[in-house]
């Protein structure tokens, strides 16, 4: 089963597409990495999942279940753009009010719980305008957490955190996988989501144009050897010749799907070059995204 | 993993319990209320002990004469020729406007609102609570309000005859309306839900009764001006009987029920933002 399944989803501002017949599948228990440029459509999918927005066409379920359901309703969370916090409130009292909204009964318990989670036992006397933006994100997450929820929406929760910040977010959301919590992440910092997610979702023009998991990733990544060397123009034209994939990136020369190191540098130094510096590697999240946005993607 | 997930769904109790639960919290944990009430409570004060008119000899002569005309006029007056058979216990209703634009204004201000819509709320609860926090909030302010009055009439020693009965069913009849008024204020807010300088405009506007006054000019004080909420406000006087109980009772639920029927279709038919 699906925790998100979307079909055909369309929501358009003044005439303006900002989803078309969107598809997408969240499985339940992932870490699903929603990326894509900006204003390819990743937030406003993320409110409408919400029922922020209203939408114009489509179908979104979530465990199997129409979004509008309140029942279902009652296990999302979400933190969208903000905490939606009340500014001159405590951080208790913006908890306590989302708790009493919620109907939990033991409201000091799970108030406690929730900030246990996001390691903010201490700070719950704070007033929400006091706290730094990385514990505004994780009030935000604490007060989607609040009553248990099964899926957790977040738009852009590592936006703005110092690099402490980011290894707390990390680990406070790797905790809530372990529980059993799905989540719908939304980033522009690929090199993050790419330690934490399951599953990804590239959208762009309010398309989705691939979903796939980290799995099917890692069996699909190719490898690139970068080489730093004197004269990168005739190399450049040198390697082309030798090698099917071979591209210029800044100072480098990049050559895609050779095992072998080796026969690169003996391949330069036949022909006359002096190698400065080679790296193998694996085309991470950011490759592959920016490969599938540019359409070199290799089948 | 292919399992079914079983969601307990809220009953519409649940859920307005859940929101008013919210709304009364923050009520009673922020000072804007709080204010509100001592303002209440001063105004008629200052309002009686304040004002005057001074003739040509330089003697000041009281607007007022007896306390209770501070909570209403005697007869219902809907085209007002002075301040003192304006400013009455219908100003609670101005205030009570200003108070509501502020909570739905830091609701969407503060993005509390769509934490709200993220989970089980519907639109309707949403309506509703605020409707009812707003007819609380005001008839809170009716008592202060009355409580500040009455030390200022004593104080200023002004004259405290008056038919007890008619003032209880003035007082209940102000009190009544408080729901009306809340609903209006509720629909204006969430109209405007994206312009919080038009919504406390509007509702500052609309809670003078400016447009029922002009109207009252022209066409006198009809009785049929009773079906709008500012029109039932000042029937509520201090000639008031029981008729006038069920007259604010029946134009303060049709209004409320009007407005939150068109709120709530307003908020299920746009965005939240």
């Keep these: 089963m699906n925790a998100i399944e979307i079909r055909g989803l369309t929501k358009s501002f003044k005439g303006m597409y900002a989803l078309n017949d969107l598809n997408m599948n969240v499985p339940v228990g992932a870490i699903y990495g929603f990326i894509g440029e900006n204003g390819s459509g990743k937030s406003t999918t993320e409110k409408l999942i919400c029922g922020h927005l209203v939408k114009d066409k489509g179908e979104i379920k979530l465990f199997g279940k129409d979004y509008t359901d309140a029942g279902v309703r009652n296990s999302v969370g979400a933190l969208i753009e903000n905490a939606g916090c009340f500014p001159s409130s405590s951080v208790w009292d913006n908890l306590m009010m989302q708790a009493i909204n919620l109907g939990i009964k033991d409201r000091e318990k799970e108030i406690n719980r929730v900030l246990k989670i996001v390691r903010m036992e201490d700070s719950a006397k704070l007033k929400f305008k006091a706290c730094s933006l990385g514990m505004k994100q994780r009030i935000g997450i604490a007060m989607a957490l609040l009553g248990d929820p099964k899926l957790l929406i977040l738009d852009e929760p590592i936006n703005g955190l110092d690099t402490d910040g980011m290894r707390i977010m990390r680990e406070v959301l790797v905790d809530l996988s372990k529980i059993g919590i799905t989540i719908l992440i939304s980033s522009h910092i690929l090199g993050e989501l790419e330690k934490i997610a399951t599953h990804y979702g590239i959208i762009r023009g309010g398309k989705m144009i691939r979903e796939i998991s980290s799995e099917e990733m890692e069996k699909r990544a190719r490898v690139f050897t970068r080489v730093k060397i004197k004269d990168t123009d005739t190399c450049l034209s040198l390697l082309k010749e030798e090698y099917n994939d071979v591209r210029l990136d800044e100072d480098s020369i990049l050559v895609y799907d050779i095992e072998d190191t080796e026969k690169i540098v003996e391949f330069l130094i036949k022909n006359g070059h002096v190698v400065k510096e080679i790296e193998k590697n694996r085309i991470g999240l950011t490759e592959y995204y920016i490969e599938i946005m540019s359409g070199k993607e290799k089948n | ?273």
């Design chain 2, 1 to 273: 993993m292919d399992k079914s997930y079983e969601f307990e769904k809220p009953t519409f109790i649940k859920r307005i319990k859940g929101m008013l639960g919210v709304d009364f919290y923050r009520l009673f944990h922020t000072p804007v209320f709080y204010i509100f009430l001592i303002i209440s409570a001063i105004i008629p004060a200052m309002v009686l002990g304040m004002t005057g008119t001074t003739s040509p000899n330089g003697e000041i002569t009281p607007l007022y004469t007896n306390t209770w005309q501070i909570i209403a006029s005697n007869e219902p007056m809907y085209a007002v020729k002075s301040i003192s058979e304006y400013a009455n216990m219908n100003m609670v209703f101005i205030f009570g406007g200003i108070m509501i634009s502020i909570f739905i204004g830091h609701d969407y201000k503060s993005g509390y609102v769509k934490q709200l819509f993220t989970t089980h709320p519907k639109k309707q609860d949403y309506m509703i609570s605020k409707t009812l926090l707003g007819t609380f909030s005001m008839a809170c302010m009716c008592i202060t309000y009355l409580l500040g009055g009455f030390v200022a009439g004593l104080i200023c020693g002004y004259s405290m005859d008056v038919n007890f009965g008619s003032l209880v069913c003035a007082i209940l009849g102000k009190i009544i309306m408080s729901l009306g008024w809340a609903s209006l204020y509720t629909f204006l807010n969430v109209l405007f839900r994206k312009f919080f300088g038009i919504s406390i405009a509007s509702s500052f506007f609309l809670g003078t009764g400016i447009l029922i006054i002009g109207v009252g000019s022209v066409v006198g004080n009809s009785t049929m001006l009773n079906l709008f909420l500012y029109g039932s406000s000042v029937y509520a006087c201090l000639s008031s009987n029981f008729v006038t109980i069920i007259v604010c009772l029946v134009c303060s639920l049709m209004w409320a029920l009007i407005y939150n029927l068109i709120g709530t279709l307003v908020l299920s038919k746009c965005d939240v933002y």
